[in-house]
């Protein structure tokens, strides 16, 4: 699966267990329509392992821990059960951890799906996988949501009461010296408030590239595979947008001919279509691409590719952006290649990427835009290299790469 894709459940009963180089702690909430618990005991966890249609397992940190959720057993007015994971030491962050989701028919322990979350960095703990109701069926999503602030800051987002801990004690005056006749209680033992806890220290920064990037600062620069959400004040950018791909020849009077091209998937990393110099417009014209051009020269843009992401349909959910030389050219013969994402109605620049290194194929995946569960769309910038010279040829690496 891919982030934002679903599946319906052909069984009542599914385990999802999370496996990682590390051991993790995996746990599941119970969630109403508004998003949150009804009370702590829709927490289901390692310290309460048992909740109304929801279980926990142990691995026992010989297996990977799952929960278990028997769809016919949830209780009225739940229509959600997420499953998290962090990993079981304090602080250690998915930096480097591929943490997979498998999703399994709980009584013959068949596997229905899987899903490792893309691009983890400093995230201490993730909501992977939901277990939703739609319209009185229930499926399965790949969510792949971060949170730096480990399984507290989930559980808090979604109404779990989570004890901090103890603040110390205020300091009190010092005894009297015993020689002293024991002097009367103080007439107001509480006039006196304690002294007020010191503040915590703020979070240390996040490593540079890490975290998630927004457009609420304007235009993001970004480097090979980072990651900007499309969104702008909290609310997703659900508008025409467009794909600019640039390139000059290396060598001075010698034209260099690309091919821009984006590439449609399906939930299940299936190929959808292909929009290119030959296909200038897919999914009923959702996606438009502006013609092809021969020699690359000139200032601006040399292929624009169009996508309205209002009208792209539900199992359109990424898009990888491809060059190609049709000719054989490679791309040590290419200077200046970037892809820049504009706002389609504006045409304000919003992300940029700029290839930086070149190695001696014909093809090379720009950026993919992948649908998050919630709506939004992230654009990562690739940069990875690929011996093909047509658009077919880059169907599955570009997959792959998802």
């Known amino acids: ?74 209780p009225p007015g739940i229509e959600k059960i997420v499953v998290t994971a962090s990993p079981d030491a304090a602080g250690q962050t998915f930096q480097g951890i591929e943490p997979t989701a498998t999703i399994r028919n709980a009584d013959d322990n068949s596997v229905l799906a899987s899903f490792t979350p893309p691009q983890l960095g400093n995230e201490t703990a993730l909501v992977i996988v939901e277990i939703y109701l739609r319209n009185g069926a229930w499926k399965a999503r790949a969510v792949g949501q971060g949170y730096s602030n480990g399984l507290a800051g989930i559980a808090t987002d979604f109404g779990v009461t989570v004890e901090e801990p103890a603040a110390a004690p205020a300091p009190v005056a010092p005894p009297q010296p015993a020689a002293q006749a024991p002097a009367a209680p103080p007439a107001a033992p509480m006039a006196t408030p304690p002294a007020p806890a010191a503040p915590p220290a703020p979070p240390a920064p996040p490593a540079p590239g890490a975290g998630k990037i927004n457009l609420d600062k304007g235009r993001v620069s970004l480097q090979k595979n980072q990651t900007v959400s499309l969104m702008k004040g909290g609310r997703p950018l659900l508008s025409q947008v467009k794909m600019g791909l640039g390139w000059e020849p290396a060598y001075r009077g010698k034209d260099i001919d690309l091919d821009a091209s984006v590439i449609a998937y399906g939930p299940q990393r299936n190929h959808v279509d292909s929009c290119y110099f030959g296909k200038l417009q897919i999914v009923n014209g959702a996606i438009r691409h502006s013609g092809d051009n021969l020699t690359g020269e000139g200032g601006g843009d040399d292929e624009v590719i169009s996508v309205d992401l209002g009208r792209l349909p539900q199992d359109v959910t990424g898009l990888v952006f491809t060059v190609n030389s049709f000719t054989g050219q490679k791309f040590t013969e290419v200077a200046k290649a970037y892809c820049r994402l504009l706002d ?59």
């Open 1 to 74: 699966m891919t982030p934002g894709s679903n599946i319906p459940l052909p069984v009542a009963r599914v385990t999802v267990d999370v496996a990682a180089p590390v051991r993790l702690d995996v746990s599941g909430l119970l969630l109403t329509a508004d998003g949150k618990v009804r009370s702590d005991d829709d927490f289901i966890f390692y310290n309460q392992p048992a909740g109304p249609g929801v279980t926990y397992r142990s691995g026992g940190g010989t297996a990977p821990d799952a929960i278990t959720v028997d769809t016919s057993a949830v």
């Open 344 to 402: 389609g109605t504006t045409g304000e620049e919003l992300v940029r990427f700029d290839l930086t290194s070149a190695e001696p194929q014909t093809g090379v995946l720009m950026a993919k835009l992948i649908r998050q569960f919630s709506g939004e769309w992230e654009m990562t910038a690739m940069g990875d290299f690929v011996k093909s010279r047509t658009v077919r040829g880059m169907v599955k690496p570009a997959a792959q790469a998802l």
